[in-house]
């Protein structure tokens, strides 16, 4: 089986993450990350004044917004 770049990325984590793991793990600052979940642009739980990210959400999100090339045959949008 075949890690890819973002499991490497996301191995050995807690499954519950942080505001400073996760702008330390993506290189943002903190601020940036809060406007990210306020945003709706990544996953998160706010309790009470404390935001948690689920690990395989956060995962999920950015595979799906991955900007990687179309792989040969496909259809290209114009």
Known sequence: MTTSGLDALFDGL?????????????????QGIYHWLRDGVIPG????????????ELKETLRAGANSRPAEGENKED
């Open 14 to 30: 807690g499954k519950t993450l942080t505001v400073p793991e996760v702008a330390s793990l993506l290189g943002m600052t903190k």
């Open 45 to 56: 739980y706010k309790v009470g004044a404390t935001w948690f990210i689920l690990r395989d």
